[in-house]
């Protein structure tokens, strides 16, 4: 809607109920993929709800406005009243966070789109009703102090709206600190090999699917939750069975070429997949980082020194992740299985992270072993999926605040914790705790072990997908 491409300028607001609230709800309900379908929970349960946030010379854009948990709780009828009634005041809560940041950081305007806007720059795709985006963009706008309506965007004068902020308390979530192993599947079958070792190529294409399902079954017998990064031209094939065991599905761009449309052909596959593995480790003119955020994706996944970094860090909006070791040594046969294995092995005694690199067209050369060394690296570290630590690198470097409030403490919690903040708009007073929101603006702490509500985001603010 701005066309502002700078990534430091873009935002993203979370909104997350009250560890109380939170608690009345199944906790697989807050990771849903179907029903939280922008997945932007981080790992937390109780994400409600998101705003894309633009942070501009003296004015704030909060632009795509959307509730996963709420707009989509249909699919849950045993939930969906609870919910609406806890959760129905979202777009309130959601402004009032965009305001209290505007406020920290000193801006004097927060700009919203009316509903036709938005209407506008949603998927083309989608069918739909005016109503349901004038509830969210227009209707809250019109019972705000200080809100003028300026063609197709509502304008807020913070100083007139702010005694009717509720200004959050900073607060910390501390995350565990504890040695993390990964391991990663880079599924290319034959197209990584074509050109250079058609023979391993063909073989790889011929025994895919074996090695695959040899793979999950090693994984479900240790209780290890790896990450695969798939090729994106067979992604839809294969994509059931890893799910399936709760694994991690990233991309290996959509061919493993360099055709320099790799980015939008896999987006054209999936919209939602957070990562990125580069072929060959090598980067090109299209995966910069603000091409890598304008196709969405979150984090990175690469060899040590094309990142630059030995252990996971956010830069420039994207998580990097980088990749310890592979199992290329045992292709090139610079290794034994022995020898590359103690050399793993050793990696992840000396160091707090590490991420192992496994491919299948080189299953033949680790695969027989694999159920072995699945129990000795859980016996070393904790495995995890690279989504899960690039959600922790993600939250650990934003603030973290909590809208509650400060009198009334003892009274009895309203029916909706969200709505309450209409009602402090309308009284200038708070009257229960309400959700965690993001208010804040500070400067970017990657080492800080806090849980956030305001996050970098990447390019979403320019089309909303919001599905019903």
């Known amino acids: 809607m701005c ?20 608690e009345q709800f199944p906790r697989s309900l807050f990771f849903d993929d179907d029903l939280i379908w922008h997945q932007q929970h981080f790992g937390r349960p109780g994400q409600v709800a998101s705003a894309t946030v633009l942070i501009g010379s003296g004015v704030l854009y909060s632009m795509v406005h959307h509730a996963d948990l709420v707009q989509r709780i249909g699919r849950f009828r045993e939930h969906k009243t609870q919910i609406e009634k806890q959760f129905g005041g979202w777009p309130w809560m ?16 927060v700009r919203t789109p009316a509903s036709r806007l938005a209407m506008e720059n949603t998927d083309p795709v989608r069918d739909v009703q005016p109503y349901l985006f004038e509830r969210v963009y227009d209707r809250p706008l019109a019972e705000f102090p200080g809100t003028v309506r300026r063609g197709e965007w509502w304008e807020i004068d913070v100083s007139a709206a702010a005694a009717a902020v509720v200004l959050p308390t900073p607060g910390q979530d501390p995350m565990a600190e504890e040695k993390t192993v990964c391991v990663m599947h880079d599924v290319e079958r034959g197209f990584g090999h074509r050109a250079e070792d058609p023979e391993l190529a063909r073989r790889a294409d011929e025994t895919g699917a074996e090695s695959l399902a040899a793979m999950l079954t090693a994984e479900a017998s240790a209780g290890v939750r790896a990450t695969y990064n798939v090729v994106g031209a067979f992604l839809d094939d294969v994509r059931g069975a890893i799910e399936r065991d709760g694994h991690a599905l990233a991309f290996h761009s959509f061919d493993h070429s360099d055709d320099g449309n790799q980015l939008h052909r896999c987006r054209e596959v999936d919209y939602r997949l957070k990562g990125y593995r580069l072929p060959r480790s090598r980067t090109t003119s299209e995966t910069t980082d ?31 992740l980088p ?42 050369l680790w695969l027989p072993r694999y159920p072995e060394l699945l129990e000795k690296l859980k016996s070393l570290a904790r495995p995890r999926t690279l989504d899960d630590v690039a959600a922790d690198v993600l939250m650990g470097a934003t603030d973290y605040a909590s809208c509650r409030s400060s009198r009334g403490a003892t009274k009895s919690r309203m029916r909706s914790a969200v709505r309450s903040v209409v009602n402090s708009w309308r009284q200038a007073s708070a009257r229960s705790p309400a959700a965690a929101i993001a208010a804040r603006s500070a400067a970017t702490r990657p080492t800080s072990p806090m849980s956030s509500t305001t996050k970098p985001m990447s390019y979403r603010s320019i089309r909303s997908t919001i599905p019903r």
């Not at 890598?292 to 860090?313: C, I, M, Q």
């Open 3 to 22: 066309g502002e491409r700078d990534l430091d300028r873009h935002w993203q607001l979370l909104l997350y109920a009250d560890p109380a609230l939170v």
């Open 94 to 109: 959601l402004l009032n966070g965009a305001l209290a940041l505007a406020i920290d950081c000193g801006i004097g305007t």
């Open 290 to 320: 603000e091409n890598l955020a304008f196709h969405n994706f979150e984090w990175l996944a690469s060899g040590r020194v094309p990142l630059g970094t030995e252990s996971p860090v956010l830069r420039d909006r994207l998580v990097r």
């Open 323 to 364: 990749v310890t070791l592979d199992d290329f040594p045992l292709y090139t046969r610079r290794q034994t299985y022995d020898e590359w294995e103690s050399a793993l092995l050793e990696q992840v005694v000396r160091s707090p992270y590490t991420t192992v690199g496994l491919h299948d067209c080189y299953a033949h």
